[in-house]
C-alpha cells in the first residue's frame, strides 16, 4: 500500500505543471508523509453539479493546475461530442489565490482541443460570466470562483450555452470524459490563441442591469456597501451609478479583492460575525439599508435598521420583498424557488394570478424553469432578470431590494413595515436553518438513515401529516437526496449539503396573523415553534 502511494505521488508529481504544488508534493513524499499522501491520493475530486470545490493543494483531491487541466479538457472531449467542438467557451474568474491561473489552463485547453476561447478581462462577478455566455452566443462557460468557501478553498463551476450551471445527465457525462484522460502530456496546451475580452462584455452588462428597474421610479434609499473582500464592488457602485442612486458608502476594509478574508471567519453574509464591520459603518452614517455581496458577488445580504440597531434580513425575507415589489409593479411570468425556500412566495404568487413552480436546490435548476420571471433561494439567492442572467446575480438583486426601500422611504416606510404587510396578509412565515458541520461525512449519512428509518410523527407538538423521501423523485421534482415533512402549519426540509460537509435542515412555520396588533404575539409563538422544531428534529437524527 505504501509503495503504490508513493509510485502514485511520483507519477503526480512528474506531471504537474506548477512549481508550487511540485514543491508541495515534492517536500511530502520525501518526509514519508503517508497520512497526508494518502488523504490527497485517497480518490478524486468529484466532477458534479456544482462543477469542482476544494481545498487547493497538490494531488487529484485537492484544487489545482493538474486537475483544472483535466476538468477542461473533460469539457472540450464532451463539448465536441456534442457536434459543438468549434464553439465558443467564455472563461470567467474571481480574485481567489491560482483563479487566474486556472482560467488560463482553461484558455489554453480549450484552444488546443480546437475551441474558441475568451477570458473576461479580470476578476469580475460570476453573474458577468453567466451573462457573457448569452451574450457571445457561446457554447459553454467556466467560472473559477469557490463562491463564499474559506480562503483555502477554490472552485470550477461549468455552464453550458443556454447561460445555466449544468444539470445531469451532462455532470455524469463530462466527468466520464475527465476520467478517460490518461496523462496530463496527451492534452494539448499552446501558449496562446485565445482571446482576452476587453470591457465591451461588461458594459453590455451593465446597460442591462437598468432594465430591471422600473423607469421613473425613485431612486432615493441610501447604502451601505460592502465587497466582502471581493469582486463586487467596481461593477456594483457603476451599477448604482447608472441607475442614479446615492453612492453607497464603503466598508473600507473589505472593499477590495484579498483571497485571504483578513477580517473573516468565512466570507460569507450569513456566517456569525461576518457583517460585523458593515452594521459598524452603518451605525455611523445611518443608512436606509446594508448591503452585502459574498466574494464573487453572485449573493446579495440586506440588513435594516430594527429598533436600535442593525440585523441581517433572512433570504426568505428578502425573497418575499422583491416578489411583492416585481407584483406591485405589474410583472408577468413564472414565480420560481427551491423547495428549501419559504412557501411565501407561492402565496404572493398565487394571490396576483401569476404561475408558480418548486424545483430543486440550486439555480441550475431554477433557471430551467420555464416562463421564469423571478426565482430565488433562501441562501441569499435572487435572479431578478433571467433573459439576462441565469442564475444568481447580487449586483442586479441589490440594484431592485434598494429601489424598493427607495419607493418606501417616499411612503415614509420600510421594507419591515411591508413585512409586516405580507404577515398580515398571508400569515406569518418564520424561517430558520438547522446546519451541522461534520469532519467525518459519514455522521450525515447515519443522520439520513435514523430518519429513513424512523421518520418523525411530530415535532414540536405538531403532527406530520406527510413525510416524502426525496430520493424517490415524483412529477415535479427529479429524485435528489433528502426529506420533506409537511407539518399542520410547519414545513421541515433535510438535504445534505453539495458544496459543504454541512447536514442542512430547512425550518419553516406559518402562524395566522388576524391584524397588524397581533404580530407580536404570532412573532413569539413562532419563535417558540421553531425552537421546538429544532430540538426534536435534532433528537430524531441524532444530531
Known amino acids: 500500500m505504501h509503495d503504490d502511494l508513493i509510485a502514485r505521488a511520483k507519477a503526480w508529481l512528474a506531471e504537474d505543471p506548477d512549481t508550487e504544488t511540485r514543491d508541495e508534493l515534492a517536500k511530502l513524499i520525501d518526509a514519508g508523509d503517508t497520512a ?37 479538457a473533460g469539457l472540450a472531449a464532451y463539448l465536441r461530442k456534442q457536434g459543438q467542438g468549434d464553439g465558443l467557451v467564455v472563461i470567467g474568474y474571481d480574485a481567489r489565490h491560482k483563479s487566474a491561473d486556472f482560467a488560463r489552463d482553461t484558455a489554453a485547453v480549450m484552444t488546443g482541443a480546437g475551441l474558441r476561447a475568451a477570458v473576461l478581462p479580470r476578476p ?36 453550458l450555452g443556454d447561460g445555466s450551471q449544468i444539470v445531469p445527465p451532462a455532470d455524469a457525462e463530462i466527468a466520464a470524459e475527465i476520467d478517460a484522460i490518461a496523462s496530463l502530456h496527451d492534452v494539448p496546451r499552446p501558449d496562446a490563441g485565445w482571446e482576452i475580452l476587453d470591457d465591451s462584455v461588461l458594459d453590455a452588462y451593465l446597460a442591462r442591469t437598468d432594465a430591471v428597474l422600473a423607469a421613473g421610479s425613485p431612486r432615493t434609499a441610501r447604502t451601505v456597501y460592502t465587497a466582502m473582500h471581493g469582486v463586487g464592488k467596481d461593477v456594483l457602485l457603476a451599477a448604482f451609478a447608472r441607475a442614479g442612486f446615492p453612492e453607497p458608502v464603503l466598508v473600507a476594509e473589505q472593499a477590495e479583492p484579498d483571497p485571504d478574508f483578513p477580517t473573516v471567519a468565512f466570507p460569507n453574509p450569513e456566517e456569525p460575525g461576518a457583517m460585523d464591520l458593515a452594521f459598524a459603518r452603518a451605525r455611523d452614517t445611518d443608512p436606509d439599508l446594508v448591503i452585502a455581496n459574498d466574494p464573487d458577488a453572485d449573493r446579495c445580504a440586506v440588513a435594516v435598521k430594527d429598533g436600535a440597531d442593525w440585523r441581517m434580513l433572512r433570504g426568505d425575507e428578502v425573497g418575499a420583498l422583491l416578489a411583492a415589489h416585481l407584483v406591485r409593479r405589474g410583472v408577468t411570468g413564472t414565480f420560481a424557488e427551491s423547495i428549501v425556500s419559504s412557501s411565501l412566495l407561492g402565496r404572493i404568487a398565487g394571490k396576483a394570478g401569476l404561475p408558480y413552480e418548486e424545483t430543486l436546490t440550486g439555480f441550475k435548476w431554477i433557471a430551467r424553469v420555464d416562463g421564469l420571471r423571478y426565482g430565488y433561494e433562501e441562501a441569499l439567492g435572487y435572479c431578478v432578470d433571467p433573459e439576462g442572467v441565469r442564475d444568481k446575480d447580487g449586483i442586479t438583486a441589490a440594484l431592485l431590494i434598494t429601489e424598493l426601500a427607495s419607493v418606501l422611504k417616499e411612503e415614509g416606510r420600510t421594507l419591515l413595515d411591508l413585512l409586516d404587510d405580507l404577515a398580515v396578509e398571508h400569515g406569518l412565515h418564520a424561517t430558520d436553518q438547522l446546519s451541522v458541520r461534520v469532519q467525518d461525512l459519514s455522521l450525515i449519512a447515519d443522520a439520513m ?31 435528489t437526496d433528502g426529506l420533506r415533512y409537511t407539518l399542520d402549519g410547519a414545513r421541515v426540509v433535510v438535504r445534505p449539503s453539495g458544496t459543504e460537509p454541512k447536514l442542512k435542515c430547512y425550518l419553516e412555520v406559518v402562524v395566522p396573523v388576524s391584524a397588524p396588533s397581533a404580530l407580536p404575539a404570532a412573532r413569539t409563538r413562532a419563535a417558540e415553534l421553531l425552537a421546538a422544531v429544532k430540538r426534536d428534529l435534532s433528537a430524531a437524527a441524532g444530531i
Open 449 to 479: 438513515r435514523r430518519l429513513r428509518e424512523r421518520p418523525p410523527a411530530e415535532l414540536a407538538g405538531l403532527s406530520v401529516v406527510r413525510a416524502e423521501d426525496l430520493a424517490r423523485g415524483s412529477e415535479s421534482l427529479p429524485p
Open 124 to 159: 469580475l462577478p460570476t453573474p458577468v460570466l453567466a451573462f457573457a455566455i448569452r451574450h457571445l452566443g457561446a457554447v459553454a462557460g467556466v467560472e473559477v470562483t469557490a463562491s463564499h468557501n474559506p480562503p483555502r478553498d477554490n472552485g470550477y463551476k461549468v455552464y
Open 36 to 72: 497526508e499522501l494518502s488523504d490527497r491520493f485517497g480518490g478524486t475530486l468529484q466532477f458534479g453539479t456544482a462543477g469542482l470545490r476544494g481545498e487547493l493543494g497538490a494531488g487529484p483531491m485537492r484544487m489545482n493546475r493538474s486537475v483544472v487541466i483535466r476538468a477542461a
